[in-house]
């Protein structure tokens, strides 16, 4: 049974798959090599993709499809069928409202789903109750229900392990049509980032224009207190050579303005010495210790009777302050991270969102983001993910848990996006993982 054609037609992501004509082809080899029919479906149940020009329907189905209440049944047989394809990521064998046997291979690109539909067959010798319940099953529709009924007599059988294998055969079949479609997904995204990126050049060059031309119109110049106030920034952030960059260029600045003056220079070091302590203490270094470092610093600087020697002073000052910003900054995020993780070890049955992991560690969503990745490879989603699959791993093992229960106890609300999950860390399927462990 084959609903209403659109293949003229067909939505815009099947597009993505691959070139139309080698699509037709990989279909129509696959009916070749079977004798069976093959369509490519919408998850609407609508065919995008026929081997009508191989294999025609067969008598049953033309009839069945010649009423239009019949094609709406055959294309909600379909849609159907997609979807639980789709919901577990193998292969789905079904019966058709007429009472065939058919099965659906799922195509999952992205966010959009499809199945390649094959069958039309019976499974066992038709007999008379079978005839009596395809004449139920076909009422309603304006046919000639005797002539339905021989034609259903009339169809192949195939045995439960040809059917396995011709569906195992148009999995292999839709998996390649996946791989083919991301990787022309995977060219496009290269090509638009590369667009992108010489696009950002342009930009770039423009904005590097605009820029010398002020600065050839107008003097401009950046005066000490901007230059502190970044000082303030790199200290707090940890950026120790940015910060010691600064340094040496504000110590120029009050060495030129001040040259000579062995007083002044001791008083703009000594509102260096604040900036740099304030922000040492922003950036996580203990306060205690910030102070008594300070008490020390001042008494040394008024010792102190050359500018050589002060500068050498004010670039062994900040490393200190910085190396205390650093150690006590890597052993809080350090804290934060097994913080982070316990966390998700505890709750990975429930819906975690970064933003709730942040407010745990009283961190932004942002910086431990960074840091989680940074100390552990991987990003906060990615080790929830994890958890959850080594949990479902350990639930398969347990022949009295199915699938959706194994989905639903390890945290995936959604059996399907669990099978594609599941089987692109490990390999191969929940079920046939199921299968292994058992």
Avoid at 59 to 79: H, P, T
Avoid at 123 to 140: H, N, S, T
Wanted: hydrophobic letters at 40%.
């Amino acid at each position: 049974m084959n609903p209403t054609h659109t293949q003229g037609k067909g939505p815009q992501w099947l597009g993505k798959l691959m070139e139309r004509n080698l699509l037709e082809k990989m279909l129509c080899s696959f009916s070749k090599s079977t004798g069976l029919k093959a369509i490519l479906v919408d998850i609407h149940g609508n065919t995008l993709v026929s081997t009508d020009n191989e294999i025609k329907d067969c008598r049953f189905c033309k009839m069945i499809r010649a009423d239009d209440l019949g094609a709406k049944k055959c294309q909600r047989s379909y849609a159907r069928a997609c979807l639980e394809a789709a919901k577990y990521g193998e292969p789905y064998i079904f019966r058709c409202h007429a009472g065939l046997i058919m099965w659906a291979a799922p195509i999952l690109l992205e966010e959009h789903v499809g199945s390649i539909i094959c069958g039309q067959v019976l499974m066992w010798e038709p007999e008379d109750y079978f005839l009596d319940e395809i004449e139920e099953m076909v009422k309603g529709l304006d046919i000639d229900v005797a002539a339905v009924k021989w034609a259903a007599a009339q169809l192949d059988v195939m045995s439960s392990d040809k059917v396995q294998a011709a569906a195992d055969l148009l999995f292999i079949v839709a998996n390649q049509i996946m791989k083919s479609g991301m990787t022309v997904l995977e060219q496009r995204r290269k090509i638009a980032a590369q667009q992108a990126r010489l696009a950002e050049e342009i930009q770039a060059r423009k904005r590097a224009e605009v820029a010398i031309r002020t600065i050839e119109s107008r003097a401009f110049s950046i005066y000490s207190l901007d230059k502190e106030y970044e000082l303030r920034t790199k200290v707090r952030n940890g950026e120790k050579k940015a910060a010691h960059h600064l340094l040496d260029n504000i110590l120029v600045d009050i060495i030129e303005k001040h040259s000579g003056n062995i007083d002044s220079v001791k008083t703009r070091i000594v509102e260096l010495v604040v900036i740099i302590s304030r922000a040492a203490v922003d950036g996580s270094a203990d306060l205690n210790d910030i102070l008594q470092l300070n008490s020390v610093y001042y008494q040394e600087l008024l010792e102190m009777t050359n500018t050589d020697e002060i500068c050498l002073w004010s670039k062994n000052m900040l490393e200190t302050f910085m190396d205390r910003v650093l150690d006590n900054k890597d052993q809080k995020n350090l804290q934060a991270i097994q913080k982070a993780a316990d966390y998700i070890k505890q709750n990975y049955e429930k819906k975690v969102t970064i933003d709730e992991i942040a407010q745990v560690v009283y961190l932004s969503p942002c910086y431990l983001s960074r840091i989680f990745k940074q100390s552990l490879g991987c990003t906060l989603m990615e080790y929830l993910t994890q958890i959850r699959v080594e949990k479902a791993k350990m639930l398969l093992r347990n022949p009295k848990y199915n699938i959706m229960q194994v989905a639903e106890g390890s945290g995936f609300e959604d059996p399907g996006y669990f099978t594609r999950v599941f089987k692109k860390i490990e390999g191969i399927t929940p079920s046939r993982f199921k299968q292994n462990a058992l």
